[in-house]
């Protein structure tokens, strides 16, 4: 390759010196200056312009400064200004566009790819108006997004749309292991997420879609940890319910690299398992949790309890679902925490 590159440049100093009869020390000058405006080219090319649904969320904040440090330019797409500009204040986020819903149109075009994570969470107590706001936060803001990416010539309409789904569309099962090919469950979450993703899939063709179905994401400052860590704190941890049911987990910095890679990556496309290798039991998960926090892990949390506080939702922790990654490792992506007991020991460190 270098030969080539090296015959190439040579052959072109010595037909244009001998054509134009450009003096050596000018050509030589305007060659440097060339190879200097490629390669600045060339940077310029390998940055992005992403615009980010639920930026202002527990995996979004992370994104954004993970694009913001490789000096990509990051568009918050919000509903609530004063919330963006909390989270992310100019004096720290000089770069970052904040825009309301009427400037999305104008945020996405232009954009090089659209990053999806927007909907209410659903660790909380499950009344009628609590599930319809869980289904219609996520579906009417996918609905606009991909909308909005549909109305825009090809000139400007972005390349890739990264959209957010959950591993909650496979049901649940203590026997069964799912990856992208198991089929969907049949109960309330799954009935979310195939109309979540059946949005999504109505983007243009011509758009490379990723969906990337995520389990529990695990982090320090948000997430289950950050309603687990206060319960051992005070010597109250354990098992939740039986402690049987799967826990299919991902380690917040590995989520995030799968969505960046994503991103970048053309390979990456259709739906991809947003989980670590090695799902657990909750049990087991606990335990190395009270073994990271120096505090007993034996005091299970009964079903009726979580029921009490929870009420349907307590179905999220109470059972769960055994979620390989099937799609990522065939892609080659490096999980950086593969097993939950050192993910455990990285956050809590």
Known sequence: MEFHRAT????THTTISTTLHIPQPLLRFETKRLRICCATDQTKENKMI???TGATGFIGKRLVQRLQADNHTVRVLTRSRTKAESIFPAREF???RIAEEVEWKDCIQGSDGVVNLAG???STRWSSEVKKEIKTSRIGVTSKIVELINRLPDGVRPTVFVSATAVGYYGTSETQVFDENSPSGNDYLAEVCREWEGTALKVNKDVRLALIRIGVVLGKDGGALAKMIPLFKMFAGGPLGSGNQWFSWIHLDDIVNLIYEALTNPSYKGVINGTAPNPVRLSEMCSHLGN???RP???????FALKAVLGEGAAVVLEGQRVVPTKAKELGFNFKYSYVKEALKAILS
Request: hydrophobic share 55%; no cysteine; net charge negative.
């Open 50 to 52: 992403v615009s980010i």
């Open 292 to 294: 990271a926090m120096g």
């Open 94 to 96: 000089p770069s970052i």
């Open 8 to 11: 190439a440049l040579s052959w």
């Open 297 to 303: 892990s034996w005091l299970p949390v009964p079903d």
């Open 120 to 122: 209410l969470p659903i």
